[in-house]
């Protein structure tokens, strides 16, 4: 079945190290996001990519971004975690832009230690 | 600002007890209105997409309607296995970002 995978399902880091968080995709989607969804709350955008062109929401933290190295995978940099950036990251994908549904993988919860 | 708003924020259900579940938005624009089911510790799984007022759809025991303000899934008959939360989303005329609700989680006993 085409799917969205993430990995790991669980990532637990120390305060201020780096993590990367995977995605990939076997839908051949062009768009790629990422999300954020805080415990009880809405997912929120932090980017996405649509091919290569990297679009940034304006109020992500600079210490996100994230990397496209072809169609398939994308990931999440997170270069010096804090204790408020502990949640469940998604990725989704979808065909094109507008009006089309997002299909999404199960997510990483991160922890910060 | 482009809102959505979920109600209830829970909901207990008996099997066989079917009931709606609300979501209103304010939008600059409605490119989309999506409903989508997640279970717990699992990324939202996508139900169904609604593009103008008027438009339903049906899928098993969940039908979502859509009007200019709100839009409703009415759940039939419910079964345990319904038991989840649903999130409402909207896309404006940028079509890039889902705004989500915090959803309605749902318990349906037996």
């Known amino acids: 079945d085409a799917m969205v995978i993430q990995n790991p399902r669980y990532q637990v880091t120390q305060f201020g190290k780096p993590v990367t968080l995977s995605c990939s995709q076997t839908l051949n989607h062009n768009v790629m996001y990422w999300y954020q969804q805080k415990s009880s709350q809405a997912p929120k955008l932090l980017f996405h990519?649509?091919?290569?062109?990297?679009?940034n929401e304006a109020d992500t933290p600079d210490n996100f971004q994230s990397r496209r190295p072809n169609t398939s995978f994308c990931f999440l940099d997170i270069r010096s975690p804090g204790l408020g950036d502990a949640a469940m990251y998604l990725c989704?994908?979808?065909?094109?832009?507008?009006?089309?549904?997002?299909?999404f993988g199960d997510g990483t919860r991160l922890s910060i230690l | 600002e482009d809102q959505v708003t979920q109600s209830p924020e829970a909901l207990r259900l008996q099997e066989g007890e079917s009931s709606s579940l609300n979501c209103s938005y304010t939008?600059?624009?409605?490119?989309?209105l999506f409903w989508y089911r997640q279970d717990p510790g699992k990324g939202p799984e996508f139900l169904f997409t609604l593009y103008s007022a008027g438009e339903e759809k049906e899928k098993e025991r969940l039908k979502a309607t859509l009007t200019k303000k709100e839009s409703f899934l009415h759940i039939t008959a419910p079964k345990p296995e319904d038991s989840a939360t649903y999130l409402c989303a909207v896309q404006n005329q940028a079509g890039t970002a889902l705004i989500f609700g915090k959803g309605t989680t749902l318990s349906v006993s037996s």
């Open positions: 989704a994908t979808s065909y094109r832009m507008g009006n089309q549904p997002q299909h």
């Open positions: 990519y649509y091919d290569k062109d990297f679009n």
């Open positions: 939008v600059s624009g409605l490119r989309g």
